[in-house]
């Protein structure tokens, strides 16, 4: 069977050795032997996330951190300030709601990245704004927010800093502590190249004396439940948590430690440079601005008189190759390229490499070489 090349913004390939540790029978999840395995998997994560404080493995996708921050910090009427640039923003609003908080929408073009000033004016207009919510890298657009700037102006505020980087940890600069964030969240399956179904969140100081005095909306992403169960001897987690998965998560997390976090963040950004040159020597559009493209995907503007079916289509019958499509109002007038995880220049050269061969066979006019002498020379000169 040949391997389709999975070049989508997750799930990424998972490393032979991550999907062996799976394999492992299953241990008794209230013992000393799974609590030690609980210790080294959150251990790491926090080196990985770059804070002082505790985080916490839970069984679900992403999206289950992004609920557990919420709905363990939320009360009826909250005011939650949501930077909306794309899909996943929009995500934090609609939790929002879902857990009684009263969403204040800070409408950011897609494409672009948040300007902090917007969230400075906002958080001086606004009294008694509960937590604000951001997307480091809007996995929908290709963009990457400046995290850091706006953390500065958070820290000004008596608020919440909750912060998404569910598609950039791993593959760009997060300093949890560094950049006064709150609450942190992640997933398994993207730059950590773990397999999907685990989420990892920490929380600060300030974020727990929250989440202490608030009524939980949730009974499984409690966090109160988690620091309890987190916090015995041996550590533990309130409910059964996906054993196999849990070995798979410390196997990821190993091989990230191997690597070193400001080696893999180099990786990524210059397979990020390199596919952004391919695409633009082929004379294809980037949709995000330059100043704020991402590390991990680059999200393309559809050829005129190309439809997605057909290049998707092409791309991943003739060549194997998946690529991810355009989400919402996207569909159809974007594609993306994903280049996260054990991503590596093998990949980013044949991927366009086949991109070039894709469009030219779809009656484009591309001149065969030109892409792919890009991304040579991106990866020779850098
Ligand atoms: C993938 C992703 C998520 C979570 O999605 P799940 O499918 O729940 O894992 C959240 N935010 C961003 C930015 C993402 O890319």
């Keep these: 069977m040949n391997e389709t090349l999975l070049m989508i913004p997750g799930p990424t390939r998972v490393a032979p050795r991550v999907l062996k540790a799976m394999s492992e029978n299953i241990v008794n999840h209230r013992s000393a032997v799974f609590g030690e395995i609980i210790t080294e998997t ?26 557990a921050a919420l709905a363990s910090i939320l009360n009826n009427g909250d005011k939650v300030l ?73 820290k000004d505020h008596d608020t919440l800093y909750v912060v998404d980087t569910v598609s950039s940890l791993g593959g760009d600069d997060v300093f949890v502590d560094g950049y006064n964030i709150d609450i942190c969240v992640t997933g398994s399956q993207k730059c950590l190249a773990a397999p999907p179904g685990m989420a990892a969140i920490t929380l600060s100081d300030d974020a727990w004396k929250i989440v202490d005095e608030t ?16 916090s015995g001897t ?30 893999r963040v180099k990786r990524h950004e210059l397979a990020a440079l390199a596919t952004r040159n391919g695409v633009k020597a082929m004379g294809l559009e980037l949709f995000a601005q330059p100043e704020v493209s991402s590390n991990t995907v680059t ?3 559809m050829p005129e008189g190309i439809t ?59 001149c065969l070489g030109e892409g792919i002498a890009a ?7 850098n």
Excluded at 51 to 66: P, W
Excluded at 130 to 139: F, G, L, S, Y
Excluded at 221 to 228: I, S
Excluded at 375 to 381: D, G, K, N, P, R
């Design 82 to 154: 949501n930077i909306i640039g794309g899909k996943f923003g929009q995500r934090f609003m609609q939790i929002t709601e879902v857990h009684g908080g009263i969403p204040i929408e800070l409408e950011v073009e897609w494409g672009y990245g948040v300007d902090p000033e917007d969230v400075k004016y906002i958080l001086e207009e606004e009294d008694k704004i509960k937590a604000v919510t951001i997307v480091h890298n809007e996995t929908s657009t290709g963009v990457t927010n400046p995290i850091d700037e706006v953390g500065k102006i958070v």
């Design 375 to 381: 991304v040579e020379e991106a990866y020779l000169i």
């Design 299 to 301: 999200a393309i503007k």
């Design 215 to 230: 009524p939980s909306s949730t009974y499984y992403l409690d966090m109160k439940k988690y620091h309890k169960s987190g």
């Design 42 to 67: 959150t251990e790491m994560m926090s080196e990985v996330f770059q804070t002082e404080n505790q985080s916490y493995i839970l069984t679900g996708s992403g999206t289950a951190a992004m609920e």
């Design 308 to 366: 997605d079916p057909q290049l998707r289509g092409t791309m991943r019958d003739k060549y194997r190759i998946e690529l991810a499509g355009g989400q919402d109002h996207l569909k159809g007038n974007v594609f993306r390229i994903g280049h996260m995880g054990n991503i590596t220049e093998q990949e980013i050269i044949t991927t366009i490499a086949a991109l070039e061969m894709t469009l030219k066979g779809l009656g484009l006019d591309i």
């Design 234 to 263: 041996p550590p533990e987690t309130p409910y059964t948590p996906s054993v196999s998965l849990m070995y798979a998560m410390r196997e990821a997390l190993n091989v990230v430690m191997e690597e070193g976090l400001e080696s």
